[in-house]
């Protein structure tokens, strides 16, 4: 059951190539958001733990590093440039809150169970949060399965769970993705035209969707998430190695031939962690029709 107490801690300034956000476990060390925070799931309920990445309505694209010690939440780049997303009408930045479910992994070395076709994106399963409080980077929440939209990103499967806060207002009124339809009205279609336009701003084309871009139930998530855990499992027990597979060293996990006992003096230089500004062309608003 969810009830160890996890905070974080940050280095460098945020909205900087030199941030990052570390994992601090309830005995005060050092941990790795993708291998050390317990999915404890709950197969019937729906219930696991989550850690949030990027707070609703905000634009940079921070996410779990794969390649660094600890696996610290750091802000994407790309070119050398730091990644925000655009602002699609009438959202500004991510509409919800987004973030990863620790231990699991979307294989990118065999083709998925469920879209034969294509390969996992080689990191945990993202999810997003419809609930109604905005949540902080780093946070680590307990949250219901509600369903998923599986999204085709650059030739790449990557799974979007749908889920809410346990605590949200109303997190006992949906149980299901067909739930959300009649509770939070509108939070589906807007969810879908998001993602399918949010990378049009850089020039590229509508995103696609596997199965038509139809939202899967709880019961056929679940199946997802079970088959991810074990995708997880097989990884941090050393079985699927390479260049590109995330570090595996982890903090408790004992059995595992990644554990390891992180250098905070090393891992947490002492920077100016005042945050930089945001680039102004990141508040232009962007129009599509659907």
């Not at 997303?85 to 065999?110: C, K, M, R, S």
């Not at 739930?179 to 084309?205: A, C, Q, S």
């Amino acid at each position: 059951m969810f009830k160890r107490l996890f905070s974080s801690v940050q280095t460098g300034s945020k909205y900087s190539s030199a941030y990052k956000n570390y994992l601090k476990l309830d005995n005060g060390k050092i941990g790795s958001y993708m291998h050390d925070i317990p999915i404890e799931y709950d197969q019937t309920s729906g219930l696991l733990n989550v850690v949030v990445e990027i707070p609703r309505w905000t634009n940079a694209k921070f996410e779990i590093s794969r390649s660094l010690e600890a696996n610290p939440i750091t802000q994407d780049q790309k070119n050398g440039q730091l990644r925000f997303v655009h602002n699609l009408y009438p959202n500004h930045g991510f509409p919800f809150n987004y973030g990863a479910i620790p231990q699991t992994w979307e294989d990118y070395t065999q083709p998925s169970k469920f879209v034969s076709a294509y390969k996992g994106d080689n990191d945990p399963l993202d999810i997003i949060e419809v609930g109604s409080k905005v949540l902080e980077v780093g946070q680590v929440v307990r949250v219901k399965v509600l369903g998923s939209l599986a999204l085709i990103d650059e030739g790449e499967l990557d799974w979007k769970i749908i889920t809410i806060n346990t605590e949200d207002y109303h997190a006992s009124d949906v149980n299901d993705i067909y739930d959300i339809y009649h509770v939070l009205p509108g939070m589906l279609e807007n969810t879908r035209e998001w993602f399918k336009n949010y990378k049009k701003p850089e020039g590229k084309p509508s995103n696609v969707f596997a199965f038509n871009g139809e939202f899967k139930n709880h019961e056929d998530t679940m199946k997802v998430i079970e088959e991810c855990h074990k995708n997880w499992k097989a990884l941090i027990e050393g079985k699927v190695t390479g260049a590109k597979a995330p570090k595996v060293t982890n903090a408790t996990l004992e059995e595992t031939p990644g554990f390891t006992s992180f250098d905070e003096q090393k891992l947490l230089v002492k920077t100016d962690a005042k945050d930089e500004e945001i680039p102004q062309e990141v508040n232009r608003l962007y129009f599509f029709n659907n």
